[in-house]
């Protein structure tokens, strides 16, 4: 157990921590905080959960000046939430030794972002196309960049910003600091790595199993007619507390949390072709519990820090092995335990063993819930709902109605009532969903077992185009 105070860090940075609740170092910060604090390249295989934005945000902040006016350090994030985010934890670390970070990312209104430019942050994170267009603008200049963090650096190598990361290393200083965090480190990553880092050192967090250990796993065989009315059996014998449904395309989540409202639950939708305030709006009622189910492509929940998830269902099969990893990460986090369940249709065998292959990780088949079984879950949650009334409620007030009625009703009648008032029975409502085609990469997923050794900075070679499906929006 390694603590934040053994880190030789600075009251400012300790106090930043402490009051964010860190005090004993997650297995990646423990390994990566010394090497970066010693100015080390560094390769760090994490996964989202992990607590990797602490892993180079710490000695990030610990090493910037905070009256230097150009900006020292950059963070490439591959979609707009995690630019966010991570921009918010580093103000958080930052916060006692005044050294500030701005997010910039497409969907922002860009003359917001120059006068956010203008108040000269230290840090930028922010996404590719949104970055390019800064430093086209002159609005953005690298020349005085002392690190930069690529941040989910196999996302973005999936989402073809390849090129667009290669052209902004190379408006860095050679002599920079380069630290690139991955859940999977494919032969493109390392290609990147011996292009554009020194020496770099690879630190692979994982467990013997890929996948999220906190995560109960498991796989349902079904047509793909079926799938809609399982999803809703699911919802109710499970009752998930926050639950993730990932769909394959933006047309296939709107399908979906469309037909869940239909069916009486609260859910909504998140993607790529929604507006920058409506994707914000979906998210804090998430977070809040104002909904209970998300419905979402990979690109939009990609990053995503929420906690409190406990089940994620792939509607549609992952379309890789380490899309299923981002997907399961989103639950099963901070020591909690959770629950994911993948849809499978009887052509799609061979797509799941892949993941079982890339994952290294048997995935249990579970049988289809039956109706019956939908309605004793939403049985049970009516008995606790009731409970917990009485345990926690002043009752006193209806209790001269309540003798009244058992006058003329049975105590069994009456309470078989309540239960039934407070009980969501299954809707049969029909709901009609496009079906979606396969889009399937067969070859499994391979995890290197050893680091990088120094290649020179900025090679002008290029190498061949990694991005796989349609570029999305910056």
């Not at 699911?234 to 989540?253: E, H, N, W």
């Not at 299923?324 to 849809?343: I, L």
């Not at 019956?372 to 709902?385: D, M, P, T």
Request: proline share 5%; with cysteine; aromatic share 4%.
């Amino acid at each position: 157990m390694t603590l934040f105070s053994q880190f030789n860090l600075s009251d400012e940075v300790l106090k930043a921590v402490s009051m964010m609740g860190f005090e004993e170092a997650t297995p990646i910060q423990e390994q990566a905080i010394p090497a970066a604090l010693e100015g080390r390249d560094l390769i760090g295989q994490a996964h989202t959960g992990t607590g990797k934005t602490a892993a180079f945000g710490v000695p990030l902040i610990e090493k910037l000046q905070r009256n230097v006016v150009s900006v020292q350090a950059l963070v490439v994030t591959p979609t707009r939430e995690l630019a966010v985010q991570v921009a918010e934890e580093l103000n958080k670390l930052g916060q006692f030794k005044g050294i500030r970070t701005l997010p910039v990312y497409g969907g922002q209104e860009i003359n917001r972002q120059i006068r956010g430019l203008q108040k000269n942050p230290q840090i930028i994170a922010g996404t590719p196309g949104r970055l390019l267009d800064h430093i086209r603008r002159r609005t953005i200049r690298l020349g005085e960049i002392k690190v930069v963090i690529l941040d989910e650096a196999d996302e973005m190598l999936n989402m073809g910003f390849i090129e667009d990361i290669e052209a902004i290393l190379k408006e860095t200083p050679a002599e920079r600091q380069t630290l690139l965090f991955s859940a999977t480190i494919p032969i493109a990553i390392q290609q990147l790595a011996r292009r554009f880092m020194r020496d770099a050192k690879l630190i692979a967090v994982r467990s013997q199993e890929v996948t999220v250990p906190n995560t109960e796993q498991s796989h349902l065989v079904l047509e793909e007619r079926q799938k809609f009315d399982v999803l809703c059996r699911l919802l109710d014998t499970q009752s998930p507390d926050l639950a993730i449904v990932f769909g394959r395309t933006k047309r296939r989540v709107d399908e979906l949390y469309e037909a869940l409202n239909k069916r009486g639950y609260s859910a909504e939708g998140i993607h790529g072709d929604m507006t920058q305030a409506r994707r914000d709006s979906v998210m804090r009622q998430f977070r809040d519990g104002t909904i209970d189910v998300l419905v979402a492509t990979d690109v939009a929940a990609r990053g995503l820090d929420i906690s409190g998830v406990t089940h994620v269902y792939n509607f549609d099969i992952p379309q890789d092995p380490e899309s299923y990893v981002h997907r399961v990460g989103r639950t099963g986090r901070a020591g909690k335990s959770g629950m994911a369940v993948t849809f499978v249709t009887p052509r799609e065998g061979n797509q799941l063993r892949a993941i079982e292959h890339g994952t290294r990780r048997k995935i249990a088949r579970l049988p289809v819930p039956t109706v019956q079984q939908a309605i004793e879950g939403q049985q049970r949650l009516a008995v606790e709902k009731l409970l917990r009334i009485v345990e926690s409620e002043e009752l006193t007030f209806y209790n001269p109605l309540a003798e009244e009625l058992l006058q003329e009703h049975s105590a069994t009648t009456l309470l078989a009532a309540a239960l039934k008032m407070v009980t969501k029975e299954p809707d049969s409502t029909p709901v009609k969903l496009t079906e979606e085609a396969p889009r399937w990469t067969n070859k499994p997923q391979q995890f290197p077992r050893e680091g990088f050794k120094n290649n020179r900075h900025n090679s002008a070679g290029k190498p061949r185009p990694t991005g796989r499906g349609r570029r999305p929006q910056k």
